[in-house]
């Protein structure tokens, strides 16, 4: 067996990764009179919304905040369970349930 001619080819390609990690809390929890909501990663952040909704699906509060580190008040709720919605420039990032106590 005779090799006339050997060839190789390797092709490397390296990416870097330029996304950050996007994150959404809301503390303390069970949420006594106030809580925080804290977003990380988002840049340039124009509206963060943050919606509680009772048992009904019924909106019982809203916050609208142009920052990505705000406080909410209770504002009177009753304790219980209560779903959430935060949205972020118009997108719904995180959805959950969050306990008043």
Excluded: C, H, K
């Excluded at 490397?12 to 303390?28: F, L």
């Excluded at 509680?52 to 920052?67: G, H, I, K, M, P």
């Amino acid at each position: 067996m005779v090799v006339d001619q050997l060839e190789f080819v390797l092709d490397v390609s390296a990416q870097r990764e330029t996304q950050r990690t996007r994150t959404a809390r809301i503390y303390p929890l069970p949420v006594g009179q106030q809580a925080t909501v804290e977003l990380s990663g988002w840049d340039n952040v124009q509206e963060v919304q943050l919606e509680l909704l009772d048992a009904t699906s019924r909106l019982v509060l809203q916050a609208n905040e142009q920052a990505p580190l705000f406080t909410f008040q209770r504002n009177g709720l009753p304790a219980g369970l209560y779903a959430y919605r935060l949205i972020v420039d118009g997108a719904v990032v995180q959805a959950g349930r969050v306990v008043l106590q």
